[in-house]
């Protein structure tokens, strides 16, 4: 489930649309650009057939016009059916929306118009912010927390009708990170090769992400203190730098090691007081904190987050190192466990 935004998720908005309970105006803004894309094309879609499209879809461009022509646009009434859409991509370049507070105040009642704001949002203390709000829908779309990856992963899988196991979950996270189009792209092609359950196997065989060599199997590695398995797995990502390069591996292992030290602090120290000081959905993700809470005092934690800085800022070539990225992992590795 997308992430509430002042009240307002893209749940309530697809509902909302699918119920044909249009607003007058759409402002979708935000750095992330999933929903963004899936609001406007669910309203294209579900408003008009791609007949009527031909007549009463209308698209403009921020960096190409202005808020004016957008006006003019809006006003015209629909041709071939109840409504038109017009949709504004890229409106986070359209110069003032002082023309839009003036429509607002009389919208055309046959005209959907949204706009597309990426990579940024309206100022919410400014008067056109409350004006689109108190007519329409102004939704922002953030980006997802790495410990919300895996509710959106389930998800999705499950409105395909395929079921997914936890550590598969894992493993996409840890592969494509936290990019929602490129990971429902991902899920998409497994979904494709018509496999029900998405499994270490499937992902393994369609996607390329060994079930072996991950940033999943270390993490688990590190946590069992398994030091045979975890300097395979270093290795492994020595040899093969373009597929599991040092600077996907650091950041899952920051924010691992990050969320062990909040855990080291819950109250209470369950299941359900770690979950809930994490913010995690899903009891399966909260096995391994516990299990790594068991091998890792708070103080080793710290220590392992301060070598984690260090091994970051070597990667980048601060503190004149000459260590390989390999090097540098094995390094990591070996402060880790011992």
């Known amino acids: 489930m997308a992430k509430k935004e002042s009240g307002l998720s893209y749940e309530d908005i697809v509902r909302s649309v699918k119920e044909r309970k249009f607003k007058p105006v759409y402002y979708l803004m935000g750095e992330e650009s999933y929903y963004i894309d899936r609001i406007s094309d669910y309203i294209a879609n579900q408003v008009l057939t791609e007949e009527q499209k031909d007549f009463d ?25 109840d409504y038109q859409v017009v949709l504004v991509k890229e409106a986070q370049n359209l110069k003032s929306l002082d023309a839009l507070a003036t429509y607002l105040q009389n919208p055309q009642p046959k005209t959907i118009l949204v706009f597309c704001h990426k990579n940024g949002s309206l100022d919410a203390r400014k008067k056109i912010a409350g004006e689109i709000a108190r007519v329409g829908f102004l939704f922002e779309s953030k980006k997802l927390y790495e410990r919300e990856l895996p509710g959106f992963i389930t998800g999705y899988v499950q409105r395909k009708g395929m079921t997914i196991d936890a550590k598969s979950v894992q493993m996409m996270v840890d592969y494509v990170g936290s990019d929602l189009n490129r990971m429902a792209n991902e899920l998409d092609k497994l979904g494709v090769k018509g496999d029900k359950r998405i499994t270490a196997e499937v992902i393994e065989q369609n996607i390329g992400v060994s079930k ?54 819950a109250q209470p120290k369950t299941e359900e007081g770690i979950m809930e000081a994490l913010g995690l959905r899903q009891v399966w993700q909260v096995k391994e904190y516990v299990a790594a809470m068991r091998v890792y005092s708070a103080r080793k934690t710290m220590n392992i987050i301060a070598m984690l800085r260090t091994i970051d800022a070597k990667s980048k070539g601060f503190g004149n190192s000459m260590e390989t990225p390999g090097e540098l992992l094995k390094d990591l590795v070996y402060f880790i466990l011992h």
Do not use: C, W
């Open 212 to 265: 072996e060599f991950n940033i999943y199997e270390l993490r688990s590695a590190l946590v069992a203190k398994d030091i045979y398995k975890a300097n395979r797995i270093v290795n492994y990502f020595d040899k093969n730098q373009k597929s599991y390069p040092i600077q996907s591996v650091l950041p899952s292992l920051f924010g691992f090691f990050s969320n062990l030290m909040v855990a080291h602090y």
């Open 57 to 81: 879809f209308t698209t403009l461009y921020g960096a190409e016009t202005d808020i004016n022509a957008v006006v003019m646009a809006a006003r015209r009434y629909p041709m071939m059916s």
